[in-house]
């Protein structure tokens, strides 16, 4: 199952690769980028487009990951309140099994 998953991986990367290839030999156009108070030099229209999304991937990465930290934290403070319960009702068991035998 896992060298289904690497090939279905390897297959994807390979035809998003080769899509970039083509749409970048096909929109050689040079293009300026204005960003508010800054003009960049003119670059082909592919490049503008394929850093847009090379961009868009690293920080959605990244925002997934602040996003995975902070759930894995609340995970951890839920698991300590969970077992601080859970001995706590295993106090209260063991005191009332203690008080009905005597």
């Excluded at 096909?26 to 800054?38: A, E, M, R």
């Excluded at 229209?45 to 759930?71: D, E, H, K, N, Y």
């Amino acid at each position: 199952m896992k060298q289904l998953r690497t090939l279905v991986t390897v297959i994807v990367i390979l035809a998003m690769l080769a899509a970039s290839v083509l749409f970048a030999l096909q929109n050689g156009t040079p293009v300026p980028l204005d960003i508010l108070v800054y003009t960049f030099a003119p670059q082909s229209l592919a490049l503008w487009v394929l850093v847009a999304f090379a961009l868009g991937g690293v920080l959605g990465m990244i925002v997934s990951s602040v996003i995975l930290v902070r759930t894995r934290a609340s995970l951890s403070s839920c698991r300590k309140q969970l077992n601080r319960a859970l001995d706590e009702a295993s106090e209260l068991r063991g005191t009332a099994a203690a008080a009905e035998s005597a």
